[in-house]
């Protein structure tokens, strides 16, 4: 169990953590996202991938994790936000090898990060399950209980609009676009 | 919100994840425009992918937090009241079988008969030597016979004991399955675990006496495909003496598998052809008709 819980964790976390835009956040839903595994483990009837119940149970946990923090005072999500930019930039902080490279990069991440948390739920979930996740469209439809062609339109409008909010043209006129207001 | 969205961005989007008809690629393919949006899309869909790494703290954190529950959860798994709550196959039967460790018990059993009978005959053999090489021949073999007898009580006694394996033990078959790692077939999906259940199965059914004489961990065979199906590959390795389930009396467990991850083995009924796949923990993780 140990062995099957190290195989998945990482990729767990880095959906919780792009599902709920922070760390603090993500560490916690990572960690409920394996007891629910743990819980649910019997639960699984095999007639999906391990990996795509897996990815489920995240989801799941990083929604709940947000609707945990919706109920939170605004401030302190906007300190946990704060603090984790700060890390990150700190070039003594262990945590993350890639806190030592180049000061662009981590503005690149801090505004992926932004433009992520900016981008309505709706969209930023099925993105983060395809590119990050990378399951295909019918998994991601399974996940979210929603049909094929939703899901395909919703990834390329979470695209497009994470693409205009970093910068790059996801829209008619080249410009950047504007995340549709945060969930 | 929306609305000033590419025309074609979904387009493009499919584009970049491979979901398109010939002519819609060649579409892509023949306007710089739409070509420049799937590059667009793919540098973000990098910048999405990757992800900072998390804290090997938090890490361990986390895994420790779940193994604490699961072992909480699982404690008592080990009695047949506990199993057939978590649905195990054949619960009802109340027949609890140390599958293993009657493999192990078994096989000692063998070797040690295999070992008294060799000593015996040799005695027997050189009883008419002379009074040197028989006193030799015989504290030697006296030895032996000690360790072979040391060996076969306990294994005689049965099975259900915790006798380990020792070098005795036929290398290719029974004593692969309780060496300290053992390959599991990795099956991924049901059809493939009803294949391998139809080529298996049967092999464990000749072996007469039932499950406890069904032993043998097939060696992966390289020649067949690693396509998620029955496979080669030998990802993972296995704990000692890891399974302890009640099984119905016509369930016969015919090889060691990794379902989709999971460590566990696959069992069939012998009645019913329904076939399952059964974690180390007594978790069936999937049934699959005949």
């Keep these: ?183 | 919100m929306t609305d000033d969205l590419h025309p074609d961005l979904e387009l493009a989007s499919r584009a970049l994840d491979e979901d398109t008809t010939v002519d819609e690629r060649a579409r892509v393919q023949a306007s710089p425009e739409l070509t420049d949006l799937v590059e667009a899309l793919r540098h973000t869909r990098e910048a999405v992918a990757e992800v900072p790494v998390p804290a090997a703290s938090g890490r361990d954190a986390a895994i420790a937090a779940a193994l604490s529950v699961f072992d909480e959860l699982h404690a008592p798994a080990a009695t047949p009241a506990a199993a057939a709550s978590a649905g195990t196959p054949g619960a009802s039967a109340g027949r609890v079988v140390s599958l293993f460790r009657r493999r192990a018990g078994w096989v000692m059993a063998t070797a040690a008969a295999v070992l008294l009978v060799g000593v015996l005959g040799s005695l027997a053999l050189n009883g008419s030597g002379s009074d040197d090489s028989t006193s030799g021949a015989t504290e030697t073999d006296q030895e032996i016979l000690r360790a072979g007898a040391d060996t076969a009580a306990p294994a005689a006694e049965d099975a259900a004991g915790a006798t380990e394996l020792t070098d005795a033990a036929p290398p290719s078959t029974i004593s692969s399955i309780d060496s300290p790692a053992v390959a599991g077939i990795v099956v991924n999906d049901p059809a493939a675990l009803l294949s391998l259940a139809d080529e298996l199965a049967p092999l464990a059914m000749t072996s007469a006496g039932g499950a406890e004489t069904l032993p043998m961990t097939p060696t992966p065979d390289a020649s067949l495909p690693d396509d998620g199906g029955v496979g080669g590959n030998t990802a993972g390795t296995v704990p000692k003496n890891r399974i302890d389930c009640p099984l119905a009396p016509d369930q016969v467990v015919f090889a060691d598998i990794l379902w989709q991850d999971i460590p566990a083995v696959g069992v069939r009924s012998t009645t019913t052809g329904v076939v399952q796949a059964v974690s180390y923990d007594c978790i069936v993780l999937v049934t699959v008709g005949p």
């Excluded at chain 1, 767990?12 to 709920?20: G, K, L, P, S």
């Excluded at chain 1, 409008?157 to 504007?178: E, F, I, K, Q, T």
């Design chain 1, 1 to 183: 169990m140990d062995q099957l819980l190290r195989r998945h964790y990482d990729r767990i976390h880095a959906v919780c953590r792009r599902i709920t835009s922070n760390e603090a956040d993500a560490a916690d839903a990572a960690q409920e996202a394996l007891i629910a595994v743990v819980r649910g483990l019997h639960r699984f009837d095999g007639r999906s991938a391990f990996g795509t119940w897996v990815y489920r149970v995240a989801t799941n946990a990083s929604l709940d994790e947000l609707r945990r923090r919706r109920r939170r005072p605004l401030a302190s999500v906007d300190a946990d936000h704060r603090r984790e930019h700060d890390d990150a930039a700190r070039p003594t902080e262990p945590a993350d090898p890639a806190a030592e490279r180049p000061i662009d990069m981590v503005a690149e991440r801090m505004a992926t990060d932004a433009a992520l948390a900016g981008l309505a739920e709706e969209f930023r979930v099925p993105v983060v399950l395809r590119d990050v996740a990378d399951l295909d469209y019918a998994e991601i439809a399974e996940v979210l209980g929603i049909p094929i062609g939703t899901v395909k339109s919703r990834i390329a409008r979470g695209r497009g609009m994470l693409a205009g909010a970093l910068g790059r043209h996801g829209n008619r006129d080249g410009s950047p676009g504007r995340p549709t207001g945060a969930s």
